[in-house]
């Protein structure tokens, strides 16, 4: 077993998360990252600008089961805004609003509503990272430099990705603070039960003709490996079509679905998102459950809206000798509008929740892995009508 793949990261070993347990909640795999140019150790953090920090960190501990963590604000000398770091497992969330009206927040957020801004990595060698990145062409937002406090000292560097998203590159093994200097520890115990434990992939969507870029500047810049790639009738209705490939760091611990819209009669829902956020940027999230009935059950209490899917998709027998037994009845499955698929390496279960913002742009996924390190193939299909559906009732399709 390789090096990378015998240590967890901060986020992982606070979470009590064992290799075992991520290698069925993520699909992590071996690597050595002596090989790599540009070494991910795993996720960091997602950022958000938000119209409403306040309540949306009550949303994400509410229904979400996040807890509260650290805070930074006016009080602690950041003027121009909130920020509310949140964690459940080994997932951090960073809610940020504006306070100031010159804040940056705003611009943000009145040309994407709410979004993410930042999705942050933490690397072993951010100098590394960054001269492998600025030598094959990235634009480089901040070079490398560091903050420090009582705690400790975080090195960090930025790059810019798709849109107005950045990759933020942290390395905070000298740091034991509840996040990084400026923030104080914020106790907020989550107010529902835990509904996920770990990160599995961020959707990036961009624009027409442009997927193929960003998927060699992963490839490039960041030294990811192509896992997977949805053209044609793969990825297809009769309505609308999309073209997908997904690049991956080389322990699959960080995984970036990029999407794009393709020719069709109308409108899909990557060129919907890509009207209504003002261009390219992160879609959707997946987060990685080990009981996806419990964590759907609780989301819906809770008043999370998820994707229908008609109950043909559960009567299909192609379905049923294609998925074979899982761990629960499918009759179960069908109850909460779960999706289904197997591939060689084992099956999945997964959901989608609608928008949850005001905008038709980010959304979540839940997935539950037995095996499989695939992203649902074989429900794309189902999926996209059932996104056309509600497209159709918003008038946008």
Known sequence: MTELATRLTDAERLAELDLDQLRQLVGLVDHDPSQDPFPVSGWDAVVWAVGNAVQTTHFFRSAFGMDLVAYAGPETGLRDRH?????????????????????????????????????????????KCVAHAEAQGATVLAAPYEISDEHGTVRLAAI??????????????RYHGPYLPGYVTREGKALGPRTFQALDHVVGNVELGRMDEWVDFYRRVMGFTNMAEF???????????????????????????????????????IDEYLEFYGGPGAQ???????????????????????LNTPDSYYED???????????????????RGIL?????????????TKPVGDRPTVFFELIERHGSLGFGKGNFKALFEAIEREQERRGNL
């Open 83 to 127: 920020s509310f770091v949140l964690e459940a497992g080994a997932v951090r969330f960073v809610i940020e609003g504006a306070v100031a009206p010159d804040s940056p927040v705003v611009d943000h957020h009145a040309r994407h509503g709410d979004g993410i801004t930042d999705i942050a990595l933490e690397v072993p060698d951010v100098d």
């Open 160 to 173: 810019a990705t798709y849109g107005d998203t950045r990759h933020t590159l942290v390395d905070r093994s």
């Open 231 to 269: 053209i044609g009738d793969d990825i297809a209705t009769d309505y609308s079509a999309l073209m997908s490939k997904v690049v991956a760091s080389g322990n699959h611990r960080v995984k970036f679905p990029l999407n794009e819209p393709a020719i069709a009669k109308k409108k899909s829902q």
């Open 284 to 306: 959707h999230l997946a987060l990685a459950t080990t009981d996806i009935l419990a964590a759907v059950d609780h989301l819906r209490a809770a008043g999370i809206e998820f």
């Open 317 to 335: 027998p192609e379905l049923r000798a294609r998925i074979g037994e899982v761990r629960v009845p499918v009759e179960e499955l069908q109850k």
């Open 340 to 352: 289904v698929d197997r591939d060689e390496d084992g099956y999945l279960l997964q959901i989608f």
